[in-house]
């Protein structure tokens, strides 16, 4: 079972909010733990895009535009260094940013709708647009794509599907992708004598890896055969294909549903055996894959810095896409975060912005610094020798593995009466984790408080 790819950027951790002048450099604060970064090379191939054409405006009179996005450290002062490496070729145009965190950005946008505050050009994620879908402060950018002939080399059928409405507008441009994968560390799978997992591996050879490498563990150190993190809450939604809420009818799905109560236990089970530590409520204090205690990590596309800076040369690793379910005959689907690019409707300077928009889109400039904390947009371009070879002066690993899993993603929501849901369903989830209910009785319970939840939702 394949899903459609969707192109775009994911919710990233970062810094506390701040205003950035126009050249500035970024308030410097303590990034929040799960930072979103990706180390990657410069030597690579792009699609060029011109910016002559609609940036006639900015060629003459001085023009101010505000611009607003998240980032941690790292991605922060890449989005700034895109600006002001527009600033340079447009002396004319100053623009003036505001960013904050990923979980802070929310409520910027929030702040903004309501105080008609919306910067020119500004960062959507998908699991945001939900919420916001019919905006009229969204600029239709359909036009403008049709206009400059850009959807040549962009998923269009996916950008609509992430960031379009059912009368046609496109309301964000793409910018990157985050998707998740297993990364595996080599020298426990040697150790264990399990062979290294490849694209057509199960969940069964998973487990048994996990069992074996579990196995290597002492009395003075644990070692566990699998990493989930904090995820389950957000992957078991949707693992196999069948969600546990509809989101267009605003009904629950979690009662009678095999593919759920399939994903909740293979997360519960593999806890509750000793193969993966319960962080469920926040991650684990001693560190991750990095450490070598893991045989295989639940990793997305900004857990690669990470690798890459602090494991060097102490274990060898690799990443590879999820595992099959035999069973239902799919792929484990990886969240997708998926981030464009948007305009004020009401902005003065549209022009301008939208020839901004075109460079943080389309430019080779930016289709070169997105692949640091993410997929790139550009389907040639991720499909290149370039892009996939180049590591940058990191640990070489298999980065097609991210890219193939985007053949295999589901979106999820975070917001309103779902985040409610996902709240209530978390909860029980722990009760299970816990043995103070059987899995059959969380279900139950999850589909007669989410029916609760829902019905006053419309």
Not at 2 to 27: D, T, W
Not at 343 to 369: P, R, Y
Request: with cysteine; hydrophobic share 40%; charged share 25%.
């Amino acid at each position: 079972m394949k899903f459609r790819r969707f192109f775009g950027v994911s919710m990233a951790a970062v810094m506390a909010a701040g205003i950035l002048g126009g050249c500035g450099s970024p308030k410097q604060e303590t990034p929040a733990a799960d930072q979103e970064t990706e180390a990657a090379g410069e030597e690579t191939t792009a699609p060029e895009t011109e910016t002559d054409g609609t940036a006639q405006a900015a060629d003459g009179e001085e023009v101010t535009i505000t611009f607003g996005f998240w980032g941690d450290t790292a991605e922060a002062e890449m989005k700034q260094a895109l600006a002001e490496a527009y600033m340079k070729d447009h002396p004319n145009v100053k623009i003036e940013m505001e960013y904050t965190d990923g979980a802070g950005y929310l409520t910027k946008m929030q702040t903004w709708l309501t105080s008609n505050s919306v910067p020119d050009v500004f960062g959507l994620a998908n699991d945001h647009f939900f919420q916001w879908k019919g905006n009229p402060v969204f600029e239709d950018l359909a036009p403008y794509i049709e206009k400059d002939g850009l959807g040549s080399d962009w998923d269009m059928d996916a950008l609509a599907a992430s960031f379009g409405e059912e009368d046609g507008r496109i309301i964000a441009t793409p910018f990157v992708t985050k998707t998740f994968a297993m990364a595996y560390n080599k020298d426990l799978f040697d150790k264990a004598g399990i062979e290294y997992p490849t694209a057509d591996w199960t969940e069964e050879d998973m487990l048994e890896a996990a069992k074996a490498i579990t196995a290597l563990s002492t009395a003075d150190e644990k070692i566990y055969g699998l990493r989930w993190g904090v995820r389950p809450p957000e992957f078991y939604r949707n693992l196999y294909g069948d969600m546990m809420y509809d989101m267009n009818t605003f009904e629950m799905k979690a009662e009678g549903n095999e593919k759920f109560k399939a994903a909740v236990s293979l997360f519960a089970d593999t806890i509750s055996q000793g193969l993966a530590p319960d962080e469920t409520s926040g991650a684990i204090s001693t560190g991750g894959f990095e450490t070598g205690m893991y045989g295989m990590q639940l990793s997305a596309t900004w857990d690669i810095a990470t690798f890459q800076s602090m494991i060097g040369d102490s274990f060898a690793w690799d990443v590879v896409v999820l595992p099959m379910n035999t069973k239902f005959n799919t792929r484990m689907l990886t969240t997708l975060r998926s981030n464009g690019w948007c305009m004020n409707s009401g902005s003065e300077n549209k022009e301008v912005c939208w020839d901004f928009i075109k460079f943080l889109s389309a430019s080779e400039e930016a289709t070169k610094a997105s692949q640091t904390i993410g997929i790139p947009s550009s389907v040639s371009f991720i499909s290149s020798d370039d892009y996939l070879n180049d590591f940058g002066e990191g640990t070489a690993y298999d980065k097609k593995a991210f890219v193939d899993m985007l053949d295999w993603t589901t979106d999820f929501n975070n917001l309103g009466a779902f985040a409610e849901v996902n709240d209530m369903v978390k909860e029980q989830y722990e009760l299970l984790l816990a043995g103070q209910v059987t899995i059959d009785e969380m279900i139950s319970e999850v589909q007669t408080q989410g029916d609760a939840i829902l019905s006053t939702a419309q």
